[in-house]
């Protein structure tokens, strides 16, 4: 998938965001090689409570690097 959104369609960047307590959802991005840019504080009303948001990115040049 992500040969083909940064390789095949040419796009620079690509975003995930996951719950700051879930930790099962932010090994994922971290395992791919992205970076974690930011926590956004109470970013999300999920089950009844705000949440942290984590985002993580990954540039085109940072993939290819990893291939």
Do not use: H
């Not at 995930?16 to 974690?36: H, Y």
């Amino acid at each position: 998938m992500l040969d083909y959104i940064l390789c095949d369609l040419g796009l620079n960047k690509v975003e995930i965001q996951c719950a700051e307590a879930n930790i099962k959802s932010r090994n994922i991005p971290k395992r791919l090689g992205f970076k974690q840019e930011g926590i956004n504080r109470e970013a999300k009303f999920i089950n009844g409570c705000y949440n942290n948001i984590v985002t993580y990115s990954l540039l085109r040049i940072e993939w290819k690097g990893n291939q």
